[in-house]
């Protein structure tokens, strides 16, 4: 796949190879005593390095001015989307504790920045789902598709696989991630309801991830008729603009995000963590192939930070008149793919659907985080 | 026999240096071993903690199954599949769903015929 300037190492490399030990692709170049570089063929953007540099001497491409000029151009109508895993550590770029949800004062503090309408990424993860989880009942039931199906949602995993495993894409779910869906639909459908040209509409989306930088400009992402979202900054970066706006971001008042393409369920929520879209998937697809409605909707045996875990869930299927055992398996840190693909494509996989996710622990830990040296 | 003669010719202060780096290196490996690890020992402590900020958003929220957001029931009905809600139509392919690797110029294509058309 093409080859961006996402991530950049700067002059303040100190030579010590901790970047090249956790590149999952050895897109990393220069022995130790050297300065290192990035090859950008290889890279995939995910940001790993760049988060755990002892010596911060690794950038990602600052798309704050891009935010700015749209923002003070009268001509242009600005809507924004934030991801979940914003939500629980933009907090810590104003001293609060790891975890602590900053949901509404996020929503208030966007509003405060100048954005037209504010929405929330929650809402095409929930589309997603009902995509997604489409997809893969359709695989199952009627064999639309090989199985497993793979995740759609992480672009550092999907650049991976176009480049190392192109016999796997046919196994990578057709849907577009949460972000390039709400692109989509802002410029369309939100762009009728509000009687606003999508031409004059602006799509700025906060992400804990430096490679949606590079999903946002792929060339295909333009379903709309435009590019479907203008630009990505990260969490960092949000955080970045709060200060230099000068808003007292710990004393607003909490806010919700505008209604249209803003409401989520709690099974958009947990896409920030590694499990999370499985366990929403499971929950949709489980009611959806039972008829039943679910007692207990928290599926505990996808959660957990191990690189690689895996579940079965007995679903009774209506339409058949029979239990299936369905078998998922999660992925978190690239580094552990490879043996699974291997598996899938040896017709050795005994999975029907398995969600893989570049960063370990999943978004929350994405490259545009804040980063923490404690 | 040669084994034998080796060890004979190493002299004193080869020995001497050869186990002063092989020390220095296993003290190095000690403390990078024990560094690395507590570094990461506490990401994986952060990284639970904003995962279970999330966990608790989701047990907090009245509707926790992404089918029974109205929102999304909505836009189904009023646009991607007008009268239903029924993912996979071919407004949600055009406007959801993509393709990779090689056949995304053929996409592109399609994409840009599609909005031409609609002009």
């Given at each position: 796949?093409?080859?961006?300037?996402?991530?950049?190492?700067?002059?303040?490399?100190?030579?010590?190879?901790?970047?090249?030990?956790?590149?999952?692709?050895?897109?990393?170049?220069?022995?130790?005593?050297?300065?290192?570089?990035?090859?950008?063929?290889?890279?995939?953007?995910?940001?790993?390095?760049?988060?755990?540099?002892?010596?911060?001497?690794?950038?990602?491409?600052?798309?704050?001015?891009?935010?700015?000029?749209?923002?003070?151009?009268?001509?242009?109508?600005?809507?924004?989307?934030?991801?979940?895993?914003?939500?629980?550590?933009?907090?810590?770029?104003?001293?609060?504790?790891?975890?602590?949800?900053?949901?509404?004062?996020?929503?208030?503090?966007?509003?405060?920045?100048?954005?037209?309408?504010?929405?929330?990424?929650?809402?095409?993860?929930?589309?997603?789902?009902?995509?997604?989880?489409?997809?893969?009942?359709?695989?199952?039931?009627?064999?639309?598709?090989?199985?497993?199906?793979?995740?759609?949602?992480?672009?550092?995993?999907?650049?991976?696989?176009?480049?190392?495993?192109?016999?796997?894409?046919?196994?990578?779910?057709?849907?577009?991630?949460?972000?390039?869906?709400?692109?989509?639909?802002?410029?369309?459908?939100?762009?009728?309801?509000?009687?606003?040209?999508?031409?004059?509409?602006?799509?700025?989306?906060?992400?804990?991830?430096?490679?949606?930088?590079?999903?946002?400009?792929?060339?295909?992402?333009?379903?709309?008729?435009?590019?479907?979202?203008?630009?990505?900054?990260?969490?960092?970066?949000?955080?970045?603009?709060?200060?230099?706006?000068?808003?007292?971001?710990?004393?607003?008042?909490?806010?919700?995000?505008?209604r249209l393409i803003g409401?989520?369920?709690?099974?958009?929520?947990?896409?920030?963590?590694?499990?999370?879209?499985?366990?929403?998937?499971?929950?949709?697809?489980?009611?959806?192939?039972?008829?039943?409605?679910?007692?207990?909707?928290?599926?505990?045996?996808?959660?957990?930070?191990?690189?690689?875990?895996?579940?079965?869930?007995?679903?009774?299927?209506?339409?058949?008149?029979?239990?299936?055992?369905?078998?998922?398996?999660?992925?978190?840190?690239?580094?552990?793919?490879?043996?699974?693909?291997?598996?899938?494509?040896?017709?050795?996989?005994?999975?029907?659907?398995?969600?893989?996710?570049?960063?370990?622990?999943?978004?929350?830990?994405?490259?545009?985080?804040?980063?923490?040296?404690? | 026999?040669?084994?034998?003669?080796?060890?004979?010719?190493?002299?004193?202060?080869?020995?001497?240096?050869?186990?002063?780096?092989?020390?220095?290196?296993?003290?190095?490996?000690?403390?990078?071993?024990?560094?690395?690890?507590?570094?990461?020992?506490?990401?994986?402590?952060?990284?639970?903690?904003?995962?279970?900020?999330?966990?608790?958003?989701?047990?907090?929220?009245?509707?926790?199954?992404?089918?029974?957001?109205?929102?999304?029931?909505?836009?189904y009905k009023e646009f991607?599949?007008?009268?239903?809600?029924?993912?996979?139509?071919?407004?949600?392919?055009?406007?959801?769903?993509?393709?990779?690797?090689?056949?995304?110029?053929?996409?592109?294509?399609?994409?840009?015929?599609?909005?031409?058309?609609?002009?």
């Amino acid at each position: 796949m093409r080859a961006v300037e996402i991530i950049e190492i700067t002059d303040n490399c100190k030579s010590c190879d901790h970047c090249s030990s956790i590149c999952p692709t050895g897109a990393i170049t220069g022995k130790l005593g050297q300065k290192h570089d990035i090859n950008h063929q290889k890279c995939i953007n995910c940001g790993q390095c760049l988060i755990n540099c002892p010596f911060n001497a690794i950038q990602d491409l600052n798309q704050i001015n891009k935010v700015k000029q749209a923002l003070d151009d009268s001509q242009k109508y600005v809507v924004v989307q934030t991801a979940p895993a914003v939500r629980v550590a933009l907090g810590e770029e104003f001293g609060l504790a790891p975890g602590t949800s900053v949901k509404g004062k996020m929503f208030a503090a966007l509003r405060k920045l100048g954005f037209d309408q504010v929405y929330d990424t929650e809402f095409t993860a929930d589309l997603t789902i009902m995509e997604e989880g489409t997809e893969l009942i359709e695989r199952i039931l009627r064999q639309k598709g090989p199985l497993p199906q793979f995740t759609s949602c992480c672009p550092a995993w999907i650049k991976y696989a176009e480049d190392r495993y192109p016999k796997i894409l046919p196994y990578i779910s057709s849907a577009k991630s949460p972000q390039q869906m709400f692109g989509a639909v802002a410029k369309t459908y939100a762009a009728q309801k509000l009687n606003v040209k999508p031409a004059d509409m602006y799509s700025v989306s906060v992400m804990p991830c430096t490679a949606k930088k590079y999903e946002c400009d792929r060339p295909e992402m333009i379903a709309s008729g435009y590019q479907d979202v203008d630009v990505v900054i990260t969490t960092r970066e949000l955080a970045q603009m709060i200060k230099t706006a000068g808003i007292d971001f710990l004393n607003l008042a909490e806010e919700e995000a505008d209604r249209l393409i803003g409401s989520s369920t709690g099974a958009a929520t947990i896409f920030g963590a590694t499990g999370g879209v499985m366990e929403a998937a499971l929950r949709t697809a489980y009611e959806l192939l039972s008829g039943e409605t679910l007692g207990k909707v928290d599926f505990h045996t996808v959660r957990g930070l191990k690189p690689v875990r895996e579940a079965t869930v007995n679903i009774p299927i209506k339409e058949l008149g029979q239990t299936v055992p369905v078998n998922v398996g999660i992925v978190t840190g690239l580094k552990h793919v490879d043996s699974v693909i291997v598996d899938v494509l040896a017709g050795r996989s005994k999975y029907h659907f398995i969600e893989v996710m570049n960063c370990p622990g999943g978004c929350v830990n994405g490259g545009g985080q804040p980063i923490r040296h404690d | 026999m040669n084994t034998f003669q080796e060890k004979t010719n190493l002299t004193r202060r080869q020995f001497l240096r050869g186990s002063g780096v092989l020390a220095a290196t296993a003290i190095l490996g000690g403390i990078l071993a024990k560094f690395g690890f507590n570094v990461q020992a506490r990401s994986q402590e952060y990284i639970a903690q904003r995962a279970n900020g999330l966990y608790s958003l989701d047990e907090r929220m009245t509707l926790r199954k992404s089918h029974e957001n109205p929102e999304i029931l909505q836009i189904y009905k009023e646009f991607l599949s007008p009268g239903g809600v029924t993912p996979l139509s071919e407004k949600a392919h055009h406007l959801l769903h993509t393709k990779y690797g090689d056949e995304i110029p053929e996409l592109i294509a399609e994409l840009k015929q599609h909005s031409h058309q609609a002009a």
